[in-house]
């Protein structure tokens, strides 16, 4: 099943912070954070790891609630280059389950 | 270090006809998934190759279907395209438990 992303759309001017939701209705193994730019391919962010600890990477970070089955991604001080389509990924573990299930997507634009 | 690489980048076709989409895995990687695009969606799992075999699909017809070689590339192939196979085709290619890396896609137009 989809996992359901918001906001669906947001704007910021540069410096000020996001948060990006990620919720599934099914108990998950990982939560995978991607942003696409118009017409490029996604890029890898960062991936969140059933009974993992939250991770980060320069003021983009990420949290995993295992109870609520929901993920948020942090932006921090934000740039003009954090704009872009944000999707998360879900990963059911279980017998020879493999894919990952992407959101709709959260349209980020930072301007200056 | 090249990273996944498709091709053709873009293809027009008409209904009815076939295509035969191509790529290359990163360097050290082993399994190939394909996803389809719509515009303005999230990717959409097609299929998952490993060992030269469908490890998994998801909900998509029969016409879908793909191969992986033994260097790991793989092709993704359509039959009697329809109008609403047009889409940006994703590959992404992955290592064990690693996490997958996309190519640019091939955009897919069906006129």
């Known amino acids: 099943q989809q996992p359901v992303q918001s906001p669906q759309a947001v704007i910021l001017r540069e410096g000020e912070d996001a948060v990006i939701n990620c919720s599934s209705s099914?108990?998950?193994?990982?939560v995978h954070w991607y942003r696409q730019k118009h017409g490029e391919a996604p890029v890898f962010l960062m991936i969140?790891?059933?009974?993992?600890e939250q991770k980060g990477h320069d003021k983009i970070s990420a949290s995993f609630n295992e109870k609520k089955q929901q993920s948020s991604l942090y932006l921090t001080a934000s740039q003009l280059s954090y704009s872009g389509t944000y999707f998360c990924?879900?990963?059911?573990?279980?017998?020879?389950?493999?894919?990952?299930?992407f959101g709709k997507g959260t349209l980020l634009t930072v301007n200056p | 270090d090249a990273g996944v690489t498709q091709s053709p980048t873009h293809l027009i076709k008409t209904r009815g006809q076939q295509v035969t989409l191509r790529c290359s895995p990163k360097?050290?990687?082993?399994?190939v998934s394909w996803y389809q695009q719509a515009l303005g969606q999230g990717p959409q799992f097609i299929f998952q190759?490993?060992?030269?075999?469908?490890?998994q699909r998801g909900n998509f017809p029969d016409r879908f279907s793909g191969h992986q070689f033994p260097n790991y590339s793989s092709e993704l192939n359509v039959n009697a395209l329809l109008l609403g196979d047009s889409a940006l085709y994703l590959c992404?290619?992955?290592?064990?438990?690693?996490?997958?890396?996309f190519g640019d896609g091939t955009r897919l137009s069906i006129l």
């Open positions: 992404a290619s992955s290592l064990a438990d690693q996490p997958q890396h």
């Open positions: 360097s050290g990687h082993d399994t």
């Open positions: 969140l790891l059933k009974g993992g």
């Open positions: 190759y490993y060992e030269e075999e469908e490890r």
């Open positions: 099914k108990a998950l193994y990982s």
């Open positions: 990924g879900t990963e059911i573990r279980g017998g020879s389950n493999y894919k990952l299930t």
